[in-house]
């Protein structure tokens, strides 16, 4: 199946029920995109299909044909990172930081769909994501922080 | 740690190792110092001085030997040996070292894992025995028990200034220039010329110079990170997905390798399948080690699918067998059982004559449980292993590297030193790592294909079922309250061994009473006339472990609700009587300072301006020697209560890092709250019943309170944070539903009697 990665044209050979957090992780080499349960519970694998927040342990090769995939890596980088990971370092959200990734991804879909949130609306939009670390408040705050800086 | 190994064969190490109360400098004497782990491979005619400050030509490398779960010590090692050495520490590297007894933890005998109190009760009894297995322990490079800012507090600054001055004397070796005279800055030595010569440029000066004794370090005042926020290092690459953590390594060559765990533990007559495995593709290898399932492929998905293919027959029938896990109701009746007792551990607290107190007037009575609970940290389970016909290499996040590295040699038969052990960074472990079965297993996969690297991944189902959890226990309590006062409080409480459990299974034997059966409880400061905490041993049955804030997690919520109850039965405001029986002043100024922040009014402030119910509850425990409390505040909805605040104020002596103090407490805080609300294991057939985030939910951001910090800085010690506020948050707040509702619950978690939004 053909697709592109973070604007990169991609070709695989894999069982189309292969789930795409394993295809990036495994065959691909974009680690940023995190396994924490497998069955949609966690949102640490969050990534953007077609421009959309989705559970990459849930999207399967099969279903990627002509995709748009973007991963964390995608989304910026440390030298020049997207407004949500500026904010993120700013607010230093991260403890253990193994589902920030899941986190920012998530946030980035709300932002890109809804530029001003209300906290209610980024908790309803956040809340499938686990942070085992309880790093919530900094979450909320960071995200809040971002909107203001997209100019949202 | 690859990196190091290279760095080492052209580098000087500089500053000192602390062994046995004195610091040892020279480098004679460390070349010939088994402990000093950087030794290996360095050249003849090469210095080599510490463990701690490495300098080769592309600059400073500091070793943070431990490990980080994601409480962020690598940074706060860094920062204490930059603030001493001079360098900028966003300009240098860390490492985590290799396992060395040089980087034993001297703190986390005195008052952290249950291992303490084996060594208490033992030194007590002067035991040859237990001389053994202290010194064995004191040589242990271990992280938890909070103790890693304690112990690296001095001894890391000290580190940073022996390698700042001898720096120095290298540059007025050079110079010519009297070493009073010459500054540091920023990684490098200046001269009052205001010339630089940075680290790096002074290695081939060293050589000729003897280390330099250091006899005080920098006044507080002079600090420009340590105290102050500051950016912790690993923050960006935490921000940008960039941070690589154990499961993310790539090693060439490599293979993946999956485990599931089959559902049943197999007995000796099973037989297991796995030709359908092995038909799979991409699959090299598959088979069962223990009740663990494995399949080594090309990937990691094609070995998860592989391995969960591997059909087990044959076994005797379901029927329970001999020495087989208790279910969970019978695991309740057992831990029932053992408040008899005939199965006493230990009586630490027992102040005036309870009995006599107990004899007259009403008693109360009440009984409390609280529930198994996995780690379950965010990064499953996992280890890379390479097995050569003469050495292993070992990639994986542990918390006890020399006990992994040492099992590891055992297990394949090497060396020790042939065993080398790479830490990574973890994705949380909340005390599963700890444990080293995870590396084992890996070890036993990769000889499959020895010579080959193999990531080995557990699947989170496996990761639930391979776990340690967290002893389930039963308290019960007797009171008497007289005159508006608690004046009677007797406290039983029955678990199994989390000592016996986990210093066990790293092979070493243990002795006397284990403290963490009453850790949270037979500890706190209170003054009340009669005062009685007994633990009880429950015998083993689930193999337990440590787990974030170990016995305090369970002895802090039975100690501090029964408290709450006598109070609210004697009609005293329930912070007023915790400070009344306070007689430790560090820990009345924590009580004292949350009310303060909470505006504390009393547990029932009424319904809100919307006509919803209300109810606050405080909570305290000393753990880890840090005096704690915290007040909740919640609502009734009516549709489930809401946790609206929480605020927690803690004594740790020095705030080091005061943004990740902040987030440490904040996230302990959700933690507590978490598994208090919805969290349990439940065991049937030797395995939890719960097996994934679904059924193991923990806090949500819905749910999340607005939470208020404190940390106080009254005691003359640095003290660890990471645990001692997850006993509070879960007592305050089954405390603060008693106050919403009226309704007592005296088991965790809350969800198997309230609703929460």
Same mark, same amino acid.
């Given at each position: 199946?053909?697709?592109?990665?973070?604007?990169?044209?991609?070709?695989?050979?894999?069982?189309?029920?292969?789930?795409?957090?394993?295809?990036?992780? %495994?065959?691909?080499?974009?680690?940023?995109?995190?396994?924490?349960?497998?069955?949609?519970?966690?949102?640490?694998?969050?990534?953007?299909?077609?421009?959309?927040?989705?559970?990459?342990?849930?999207?399967?090769?099969? %279903?990627?044909?002509?995709?748009?995939?973007?991963?964390?890596?995608?989304?910026?980088?440390?030298?020049?990172?997207?407004?949500?990971?500026?904010?993120?370092?700013?607010?230093?959200?991260?403890?253990?930081?193994?589902?920030?990734?899941?986190?920012?991804?998530?946030?980035?879909?709300?932002?890109?769909?809804?530029?001003?949130?209300? %906290?209610?609306?980024?908790?309803?939009?956040?809340?499938?994501?686990?942070?085992?670390?309880?790093?919530?408040?900094?979450?909320?705050?960071?995200?809040?922080?971002?909107?203001?800086?997209?100019?949202? | 740690?690859?990196?190091?190994?290279?760095?080492?064969?052209?580098?000087?190490?500089?500053?000192?190792?602390?062994?046995?109360?004195?610091?040892?400098?020279?480098?004679?004497?460390?070349?010939?110092?088994?402990?000093?782990?950087?030794?290996?491979? @360095?050249?003849?005619?090469?210095?080599?001085?510490?463990?701690?400050?490495?300098?080769?030509?592309?600059?400073?490398?500091?070793?943070?030997?431990?490990?980080?779960?994601?409480?962020?010590?690598?940074?706060?090692?860094?920062?204490?040996?930059?603030?001493?050495?001079?360098?900028?520490?966003?300009?240098?590297?860390?490492?985590?070292?290799?396992?060395?007894?040089?980087?034993?933890?001297?703190?986390?005998?005195?008052?952290?894992?249950?291992?303490?109190?084996?060594?208490?009760?033992?030194?007590?009894?002067?035991?040859?025995?237990?001389?053994?297995?202290?010194?064995?322990?004191?040589?242990?490079?271990?992280?938890?028990?909070?103790?890693?800012?304690?112990?690296?507090?001095?001894?890391?600054?000290?580190?940073?200034?022996?390698?700042?001055?001898?720096?120095?004397?290298?540059?007025?070796?050079?110079?010519?220039?009297?070493?009073?005279? @010459?500054?540091?800055?920023?990684?490098?030595?200046?001269?009052?010329?205001?010339?630089?010569?940075?680290?790096?440029?002074?290695?081939?000066?060293?050589?000729?110079?003897?280390?330099?004794?250091?006899?005080?370090?920098?006044?507080?005042?002079?600090?420009?990170?340590?105290?102050?926020?500051?950016?912790?290092?690993?923050?960006?690459?935490?921000?940008?997905?960039?941070?690589?953590?154990?499961?993310? @390594?790539?090693?060439?060559?490599?293979? +993946?390798?999956?485990?599931?765990?089959?559902?049943?533990?197999?007995?000796?007559?099973?037989?297991?399948?796995?030709?359908?495995?092995?038909?799979?593709?991409?699959?090299?290898?598959?088979?069962?080690?223990?009740?663990?399932?494995?399949?080594?492929?090309?990937?990691?998905?094609?070995?998860?699918?592989?391995?969960?293919?591997?059909?087990?027959?044959?076994?005797?029938?379901?029927?329970?067998?001999?020495?087989?896990?208790?279910?969970?109701? !019978?695991?309740?009746?057992?831990?029932?059982?053992?408040?008899?007792?005939?199965?006493?551990?230990?009586?630490?607290?027992?102040?005036?004559?309870?009995?006599?107190?107990?004899?007259?007037?009403?008693?109360?009575?009440?009984?409390?449980?609280?529930?198994?609970?996995?780690?379950?940290?965010?990064?499953?389970?996992?280890?890379?292993?390479?097995?050569?016909?003469?050495?292993?290499?070992?990639?994986?996040?542990?918390?006890?590297?020399?006990?992994?590295?040492?099992?590891?040699?055992?297990?394949?038969?090497?060396?020790?030193?042939?065993?080398?052990?790479?830490?990574?960074?973890?994705?949380?472990? +909340?005390?599963?790592?700890?444990?080293?079965?995870?590396?084992?297993?890996?070890?036993?996969?990769?000889?499959?294909?020895?010579?080959?690297?193999?990531?080995?991944?557990?699947?989170?189902?496996?990761?639930?079922?391979?776990?340690?959890?967290?002893?389930?226990?039963?308290?019960?309590?007797?009171?008497?309250?007289?005159?508006?006062?608690?004046?009677?409080?007797?406290?039983?409480?029955?678990?199994?061994?989390?000592? !016996?459990?986990?210093?066990?299974? #790293?092979? #070493?034997?243990?002795?006397?009473? *284990?403290?963490?059966?009453?850790?949270?409880?037979?500890?706190?400061?209170?003054?009340?006339?009669?005062?009685?905490?007994?633990?009880?041993?429950?015998?083993?049955?689930?193999?337990?472990?440590?787990?974030?804030?170990?016995?305090?997690?369970?002895?802090?919520?039975?100690?501090?609700?029964?408290?709450?109850? @006598?109070?609210?039965?004697?009609?005293?405001?329930?912070?007023?009587?915790?400070?009344?029986?306070?007689?430790?002043?560090?820990?009345?100024?924590?009580?004292?300072?949350?009310?303060?922040?909470?505006?504390?009014?009393?547990?029932?402030?009424?319904?809100?301006?919307?006509?919803?119910?209300?109810?606050?509850?405080?909570?305290?425990?000393?753990?880890?020697?840090?005096?704690?409390?915290?007040?909740?505040?919640?609502?009734?909805?009516?549709?489930?209560?809401?946790?609206?605040?929480?605020?927690?104020?803690?004594?740790?002596?020095?705030?080091? *890092?005061?943004?990740?103090?902040?987030?440490?407490?904040?996230?302990?805080?959700?933690?507590?709250?978490?598994?208090?609300?919805?969290? !349990?294991?439940?065991?049937?057939?030797?395995?939890?019943?719960?097996?994934?985030?679904?059924?193991?939910?923990?806090?949500?951001?819905?749910?999340?309170?607005?939470?208020?910090?404190?940390?106080?800085?009254?005691? *003359?010690?640095?003290?660890?944070?990471?645990?001692?506020?997850?006993?509070?948050?879960?007592?305050?707040?089954?405390?603060?539903?008693?106050?919403?509702?009226?309704?007592?619950?005296?088991?965790?978690?809350?969800?198997?009697?309230?609703? +929460?939004?």
């Amino acid at each position: 199946m053909r697709f592109t990665v973070n604007g990169t044209p991609r070709e695989v050979d894999v069982e189309p029920d292969m789930p795409l957090l394993w295809l990036l992780r %495994d065959v691909l080499g974009l680690t940023g995109t995190k396994y924490g349960c497998g069955i949609a519970a966690c949102g640490a694998c969050t990534v953007h299909l077609n421009g959309a927040p989705v559970r990459a342990c849930q999207t399967l090769a099969g %279903d990627l044909e002509g995709a748009e995939v973007v991963t964390i890596e995608g989304l910026g980088t440390p030298a020049a990172p997207h407004p949500l990971q500026l904010a993120w370092i700013d607010h230093q959200v991260a403890q253990c930081g193994y589902c920030q990734s899941g986190q920012i991804m998530q946030a980035a879909g709300l932002l890109a769909q809804n530029p001003a949130p209300s %906290d209610a609306e980024i908790i309803e939009a956040m809340d499938g994501n686990l942070c085992r670390c309880g790093t919530y408040p900094r979450i909320l705050a960071a995200v809040r922080d971002a909107a203001g800086r997209m100019g949202g | 740690m690859g990196r190091l190994k290279t760095i080492a064969r052209r580098s000087f190490l500089i500053g000192t190792v602390a062994l046995a109360g004195g610091v040892v400098f020279g480098t004679y004497a460390y070349r010939r110092d088994p402990d000093n782990p950087l030794l290996d491979d @360095l050249a003849e005619g090469q210095a080599a001085i510490t463990p701690h400050v490495l300098i080769d030509t592309e600059g400073v490398t500091l070793i943070t030997p431990r490990a980080d779960k994601g409480q962020g010590t690598v940074s706060l090692q860094a920062m204490l040996l930059a603030e001493e050495l001079d360098v900028d520490p966003y300009a240098i590297r860390t490492d985590f070292g290799p396992p060395s007894a040089a980087y034993w933890n001297g703190v986390v005998l005195a008052e952290g894992l249950p291992f303490a109190d084996a060594g208490d009760g033992t030194l007590a009894r002067g035991s040859r025995k237990a001389g053994e297995v202290l010194g064995k322990i004191l040589g242990m490079q271990i992280t938890g028990g909070s103790s890693s800012a304690a112990d690296a507090f001095d001894r890391l600054r000290q580190a940073g200034a022996v390698a700042r001055e001898t720096l120095k004397a290298a540059a007025a070796a050079r110079t010519g220039l009297a070493q009073a005279d @010459l500054k540091t800055e920023s990684g490098a030595v200046v001269l009052p010329d205001g010339t630089r010569v940075a680290y790096p440029d002074l290695i081939p000066d060293l050589a000729g110079v003897e280390p330099v004794q250091v006899d005080s370090l920098r006044d507080p005042s002079q600090w420009r990170f340590l105290g102050h926020p500051h950016r912790r290092l690993d923050i960006v690459a935490k921000s940008t997905g960039t941070q690589a953590y154990g499961i993310d @390594l790539t090693v060439e060559g490599m293979v +993946f390798a999956a485990v599931h765990r089959l559902p049943d533990p197999p007995d000796e007559t099973a037989r297991h399948d796995t030709a359908p495995a092995l038909a799979m593709r991409g699959v090299v290898a598959a088979g069962v080690i223990g009740a663990n399932a494995y399949a080594i492929a090309d990937n990691t998905w094609r070995a998860m699918q592989a391995a969960q293919a591997i059909r087990t027959e044959g076994m005797a029938a379901m029927a329970p067998r001999p020495g087989a896990m208790p279910d969970q109701s !019978e695991i309740w009746d057992r831990i029932a059982a053992s408040l008899d007792g005939t199965r006493r551990d230990s009586r630490n607290r027992d102040l005036g004559d309870i009995d006599a107190a107990l004899s007259q007037g009403e008693v109360l009575t009440a009984e409390y449980r609280v529930p198994f609970l996995a780690h379950a940290a965010l990064e499953p389970l996992n280890a890379t292993v390479r097995i050569t016909a003469d050495r292993a290499d070992i990639w994986a996040g542990t918390q006890v590297p020399i006990v992994a590295r040492d099992k590891v040699a055992r297990l394949t038969g090497l060396p020790k030193a042939s065993v080398h052990v790479h830490n990574q960074m973890m994705g949380g472990s +909340f005390g599963r790592r700890l444990e080293d079965d995870f590396i084992l297993v890996a070890v036993e996969i990769a000889r499959r294909v020895t010579g080959r690297a193999v990531k080995v991944t557990w699947t989170r189902e496996a990761d639930f079922a391979a776990d340690f959890p967290r002893p389930a226990a039963m308290a019960r309590g007797r009171g008497r309250v007289e005159g508006g006062q608690v004046v009677a409080y007797d406290l039983d409480i029955a678990a199994q061994s989390t000592m !016996e459990s986990q210093v066990g299974r #790293m092979g #070493m034997p243990v002795f006397g009473p *284990d403290k963490a059966i009453v850790a949270g409880a037979a500890d706190q400061p209170f003054a009340i006339p009669a005062y009685r905490v007994t633990g009880h041993r429950v015998p083993a049955m689930v193999p337990v472990s440590s787990w974030r804030s170990v016995g305090a997690s369970a002895n802090g919520v039975f100690h501090d609700c029964w408290l709450d109850e @006598l109070i609210h039965a004697a009609g005293a405001d329930p912070v007023a009587e915790r400070l009344r029986l306070c007689d430790d002043p560090l820990s009345r100024k924590v009580i004292e300072a949350v009310a303060e922040m909470a505006d504390w009014q009393g547990a029932q402030p009424g319904p809100d301006g919307a006509g919803l119910m209300r109810g606050r509850g405080v909570a305290f425990c000393r753990s880890f020697g840090v005096p704690t409390a915290a007040i909740v505040d919640l609502s009734d909805t009516g549709a489930g209560l809401r946790i609206d605040r929480a605020f927690v104020a803690a004594e740790v002596g020095r705030v080091l *890092d005061p943004v990740n103090f902040e987030n440490q407490v904040a996230g302990g805080v959700v933690f507590g709250l978490g598994h208090a609300m919805n969290c !349990e294991l439940t065991y049937a057939g030797g395995v939890p019943e719960q097996a994934n985030f679904d059924s193991y939910e923990g806090m949500r951001l819905r749910q999340c309170p607005q939470i208020t910090v404190r940390g106080l800085e009254n005691g *003359d010690r640095v003290r660890g944070i990471g645990e001692p506020p997850v006993p509070v948050a879960m007592a305050a707040l089954a405390n603060a539903v008693f106050a919403a509702t009226g309704r007592r619950i005296r088991e965790l978690p809350l969800s198997r009697h309230v609703d +929460f939004v």
